[in-house]
């Protein structure tokens, strides 16, 4: 399911709080590229390339995935395929790639020109996910704005609380730093709906093991996927049987939803992590701590100033021309023993958008270590 070579259509990957069946082909697995292609740039590695000649070849992709997505399309929309179903990416048979070459020395010239060659105009700029950009301010809808308000325009009048009353609330609410450091595991069991496209739900089952280890099983009318992380190694198996090793923003991402006690040490996670503002959204206050982490990820968290619970978390994955955001929100929490746990997780990027509800959550459960081993 994770993204293998360049040529790989719409990478759509697999985790705890996202999951979305595809068909996927066999080839070398996506840990081996990042060796292959070390030091060489995306004209030495692929064909045909001529605006981003210097681009180094593992940033090729990200770039590609950040302009689908600033236009709301799929690698289709300028690419071909053959009647194999391969995607020979050097072709120039639609008009679209030519327009994108065009567009790319545009944006680079104007932020060459203007802004000292930093990112300041990307494509989502002008197109905002449609593939033309629009012309016109949009439409004001007072029942679906989200408001931010910076700290420092609330000053004096509002103090901001501290990063710790933030944090050391949010970890009340959801029971107490011991009652959570008593879990040790943790098995979920739920459907995923997709947002859009009338497909059927998928049933997956999540297993959870202290400090750092995670197992997914997604099942569905195609066949079974699954996903692991066992500390520093994290790999999938697709639905013909192939193991793959996961790189980048994506292995990254799943040793941070595999740090089991990830919630109870934000701050240390994220030595960076400011209180930013307050945003109000569906008509609550939420308090914004941000912050980078250690692989250059802008990471957003807002939690509800009453509650104190986390209710999104926004991450932003940069790329050379631009940063791709990724937005989870976290409702209906519920307890389960003596700490409480969301129930209903919606995660949206650019091109998808997914709604997870669990049915059943369960603590300190037996749990066999071998299962979170690489097949």
Not at 40 to 51: G, H, L, P
Not at 70 to 76: K, P, R, T
Not at 128 to 156: E, S
Not at 166 to 176: E, N, P, Q, R, Y
Request: aromatic share 6%; with cysteine.
């Amino acid at each position: 399911m994770a993204l293998l070579t360049l040529r790989r259509m719409k990478p759509l990957p697999l985790d705890v709080l996202m999951v979305i069946v595809v068909p996927a082909q066999r080839a070398f697995a996506q840990d081996d590229f990042e060796k292959r292609v070390a030091g060489k740039t995306a004209a030495e590695v692929n064909k045909n390339i001529q605006v981003l000649k210097t681009l180094p070849a593992i940033d090729l992709f990200p770039t590609m995935q950040f302009m689908a997505a600033s236009l709301g399309v799929g690698c289709e929309y300028c690419h071909v395929t053959d009647n194999t179903g391969r995607w020979p990416m050097e072709k120039d048979d639609k008009p679209q790639k030519l327009v994108a070459r065009r567009m790319l020395t545009m944006v680079q010239q104007i932020n060459q020109t203007h802004f000292e060659g930093q990112n300041r105009v990307t494509c989502a700029s002008c197109h905002h996910g449609a593939n033309r950009p629009t012309p016109f301010p949009p439409v004001l809808d007072a029942l679906h704005v989200d408001r931010f308000t910076a700290a420092a325009a609330l000053a004096p009048k509002e103090a901001m609380p501290s990063i710790r009353a933030v944090l050391d609330k949010f970890v009340t609410a959801i029971g107490g730093a011991e009652a959570n450091a008593r879990v040790t595991s943790r098995k979920w069991k739920g459907t995923m709906m997709p947002t859009a496209g009338g497909a059927p739900p998928f049933n997956f089952d999540v297993i959870e093991a202290a400090p750092d280890k995670m197992h997914v099983t997604i099942s569905s009318a195609q066949g079974k996927t699954m996903q692991g992380v066992d500390g520093t190694d994290v790999w999938s198996v697709d639905l013909q049987g192939g193991v793959h090793g996961e790189i980048g923003f994506e292995a990254a991402r799943m040793r941070r939803l595999a740090d089991f006690h990830r919630n109870e040490k934000l701050d240390a996670l994220d030595t960076t992590l400011a209180v930013t503002g307050v945003q109000t959204m569906n008509g609550r206050r939420s308090y914004v701590l941000q912050g980078t982490l250690p692989n250059t990820q802008i990471e957003r968290l807002y939690f509800d100033a009453e509650t104190g619970l986390l209710i999104r978390r926004l991450t932003l994955s940069p790329t050379p021309f631009g940063l791709l955001p990724e937005q989870m929100d976290f409702e209906d929490y519920r307890a389960v023993g003596a700490v409480k746990l969301p129930f209903l997780i919606r995660r949206s990027t650019p091109t998808f958008s997914n709604t997870q509800k669990y049915e059943e959550i369960s603590l300190n459960v037996p749990i066999d270590a071998s299962m979170f081993k690489r097949p």
